[in-house]
């Protein structure tokens, strides 16, 4: 018996050092790094013989880190050498590195904040004192909820307040905006220093305000900013404030005005309809248009910064009067800058004094009063013709600051966006093509509340000849959206366009799709023009034109595009226009629409009627695409006879879908992809093909693998090609993603059979599961019945087992696992890009020296494609298979209009001499990295720490799509000539 009870001794002995070992040992460590780091810098202070010596051992301590745990050491050792050094640079750099270490990541300062405020009490240094108080604006930051420390910390800020050096007094300022609230007023003992004995106790933008008035314009700035930053943080402002706001308009330095202007804009943005008196008149105005008389006005001032400023404000300010806003488009001012009496008030004034004018005397009804223009201000005179001040600006960036403001405006006022059209037109002539760009720009977004007149229209057909290109696409892309007044504008439109289109072939495409719009805009202003534009006569035949002529095909756009929405049009075209129609309806289909053309002959195209219907009827296609999803979504297995072929029909007709209904193009290409990936995992899963002994099936084993490769690369498409894409959508494809990798591991252990499997394969992807699982929690629900929801529900069972008894629990899961139904789809665009330039259809090898390098132009056009300056490569593939690929610059991404992009970029070609010309491939790809997945808020999922999470095992799967098809270029490299 005593054998045994010491035999259980010593067993219980053991096992307690087996498990304290372990934890002993990094304890031990943590506390030998606790001191190391104070230990270390105090050696070094302490062998420092002079100030300069002490600085260089603070800088080089500075670069290294140091962790949460020997913080506290580390601040004590600097502060004790802080109250013993008597150089100020030293102590300065004390200062900022306590402030630095505050910020170091699981640490709390809580516990250093009473020694920092204790060294503002004896420090006699200004510029340490500010690094001071910039320190404990840090500290506060870090420890927002501590409502006692930053009660203290606005107490210490209040009582420097009255420090002689500027420096002090602006973070003593700062620390208020960043910390102080307006509902609560400071205590007396505070508040003693910044206000009289006696005085009632005020709140934190009381005490900002006092200081709107300093001796110093870097204080006044940093007042005004610390208000501002109240305001950021939420606090409602007072409107007692807005008074000295205003004066603070006129200071002398322009950092102050520029703070102002802000100030009186948040003013007005938060009391919008407070009404305001005018200064010596009994009128009063509303305070939105108050401060937008003082902001026009500051348009004029002596500082290009503050012009800019004050320009790009009024465009924010939605809110103010109509009649004040037109006012700042003339130039006159209103009355003497009186509110002008009607006839009724000034004869009733006139009867009352009894006094009329007799005509002996000279100038005996002369006004009485002198009129002081800067004190009866109804609108600040500034204010009158502030945009026409702004438009005529000398600095370039005042202008498009104006243009800007003129466009935003003119968006929320038809009335207004009519008048600053001569405006907006004349900057078309600007010297600065970035200003000309911006006007174009601004005339677009309003043009669907204005109509050009001819002469404007002359004006801004003029920007034609410029030599940008970038200027000639933009004003394009203006035409499309403009309305003509009469048929002249559209006559003389097609006129400058053809001129264009002679000068700059290289526009052909944007001046065709211009014509289209211009066309479909005004169909009844086209039909008189239309026996001119074609040629044509009542009682002779005419030449039939050249179909090679772009000049003629452009003629033709316009004029088919009117007559869609101009049914007698087609009664005035010739035999050979229908024929050129036939022939542009099938070359450039995008450009000509489906017309109904008189007679069975010439009805054109199979089924016209039908598929006119189908392409105007957007809601039989969801419908259709609805109900084609919801029939495949009700097969239980996808082995049951017949349903493959359900899915190749499914396929096939979502396909069909998507050619014949631009606007549902992307969902239905996307739920065929998605059911194809189904189809390729259901013939790799065949039962026969899994009955063979495993000699006899390698055929049917690279079948397999070879679907497998095809559905990884189809989820990323899916994943990556596609936007819009909702979260259950983007799990339901990580699903499809799992099972293909599932279906990989039971092939790689089929074919490599004796071979022993590699365990780190299998571990990885039991943790792409766990994953799966914490990222897509809240979808979870709709993964009843499905491949990873058995998985998860074995998961105990597939941590134990070994790598063979797992490869027969996936395979058998996959088989059981039903069929998941997709989520319709609600607006998925897909990714694409055409290549415009080179076309692929010149016959003239590109010649260049061998060794040397050829430019090679490339003009695409990009839809829906998310990031393109970081995703768009360009891909040149040679006949003997090289392939390069090209980064383009990020210059060389346009953005004429939403959603779409225009890529103009050259590419360098070069390679070694060739007997005969031979043609290269030129692609455009879209590249993808999983680590920039399109998971919501993937961050917190990642700093867990937790090893194997999905977005680290595919942080390194990068890969490319492509975007556009290839188009082939002839190119001859030639030996050089000696």
Partial sequence: MMAAHLKKRVYEEFSKVVQQHPEEVPAKKLRLTKPSKSAALHLDLCKATNPTDALQYLLQFARKPVEAESVEGVVRILLEHYYKETDTSVRLKIASLLGLLSKTQGFSPDCIVDDAISTLNNEKSHQVLAQLLDTLLVIGTQLPDSVAITQRLIEVACKHLSDTYFGVRNKCLHLLGCLGTVDKPLTKESDATAAAPGAPSRDVQSVISDYFADQDPRVRTAAIKAMLQLHDRGMKLQQTIYSQACKLLNDDYEQVRSAAVQMVFVLSQLYPESIVPIPSSNEEIRLVDDSFGKISHMVSDGSWVVRVQAAKLLGSMLQVSPHFLEQTLDKKLMSDLRRKRTAHERAKELYASGEFSSGRRWADDAPREKVDTSGVNLIDSGACGAFVHGLE????????????????????????????????????????????LQSIHALRQISTHITLREDQLDTVLAVLEDSSRDIREALHELLCFTNASTKECIQLALLELLKNLTKYPTDKNSVWKCLKFLGMRHPNLVLPLVPELLSTHPYFDTPEPDMDDPAYIAVLVLVFNAAKFCPTMSALFSDHTFRHYAYLRDSLSHLVPQLRLPGKKLTLGVGSEASGLCSGSV???????????????????????????????????????????????????????????????????????????VPLCLKQNAMASAAVKQILEETYKLEFLYSGLE???????????????????????????????????????????????????????????????????LMPRLMACKPLDLVKILHTTLRQSGFLALKIPEQIHRASATIIEPTGESDNPLRFTTGLVVALDIDATLEHVQEPQSTVKVQVLYPDGQAHIIHPKPGDFRHPGPGRVRLITQVYLSHNAWTEPCQIEVRLLLAYSSATSKISSPKPVWSEGTEGLLPQAESSIEGTIPLSKPVKVFIMPKLARR
């Fill in 727 to 793: 979260m259950r959508q983007v799990a339901t494809i990580h699903h499809v993603r799992l099972q293909a990798k599932a279906l990989q591991l039971v092939l790689t252990a089929r074919t490599k059979r004796g071979v022993d499997p590699q365990i780190a394969v299998y571990e990885k992807f039991i943790q792409e599961v766990e994953s799966f699982q914490r990222l897509f929690m809240s979808d979870m629900p709709h993964f009843q019945d499905s491949f990873v929801d058995k998985l998860l529900e």
């Fill in 393 to 436: 600006d000398e600095m370039y960036e005042v202008r498009i600051a104006a243009v800007e403001a003129l466009c935003s405006l003119a968006q929320s006022s038809p009335s207004f966006a009519e008048k600053c059209l001569d405006f907006l037109v004349d900057m078309f002539n600007d010297e600065i093509e970035e200003v000309r």
């Fill in 619 to 693: 809601e039989s296609a969801h419908l259709f695409l609805q109900d084609s999803l919801s029939r495949v979504s009700m097969l239980q297995s996808l082995e049951a006879p017949g349903a493959q072929d359900l899915l190749d029909f499914t396929i096939r007709d979502l396909q069909r879908l998507g050619e014949l209904q631009t606007e549902l193009a992307g969902s239905a290409d996307f739920c065929a992809t998605y059911l194809r990936c189904q189809l390729l995992l259901t013939k790799a899963l065949q039962e026969k093909l899994w009955n063979m002994a």
